[in-house]
């Protein structure tokens, strides 16, 4: 493990020192434990998720339809080549 510092308000620190002594774990434990649901709930959309939003994200951007022809004249516009 990895150890880390984090500073918690005064009521943050006497809620999770009860908490620890109602639940029989150590607040370590529990600032793990919180930490843990955290990545789970708002972690890294899995790849089927990746998928499905480039999927619905299809035909609804607008643009050249030859830029992946024309790329180099488009970037040349752009930069004034």
């Known amino acids: 493990m990895i150890r880390t510092q984090i500073q918690l308000t005064e009521e ?3 809620m999770l ?5 109602r639940k029989k774990k150590s607040v370590a434990e529990l600032i793990r434990m919180s930490v843990d649901e955290l ?8 790849n089927r998720q990746l998928r499905l939003k480039a999927i619905q994200a299809a ?6 339809t030859d830029l992946s022809i024309n790329h180099d004249d488009y970037l040349a ?5």
Not at 17 to 21: E, G, N, Q, V
Not at 39 to 46: A, F, V, Y
Not at 59 to 64: A, D, E, T, V, Y
Request: net charge neutral; hydrophobic share 20%.
């Open 59 to 64: 035909g609804k951007l607008s643009g050249p």
């Open 39 to 46: 990545i789970q709930k708002e972690g890294e959309p899995d």
């Open 12 to 14: 943050q620190s006497k």
């Open 77 to 81: 516009e752009v930069y004034g080549e």
């Open 17 to 21: 020192r009860r908490m620890a002594i």
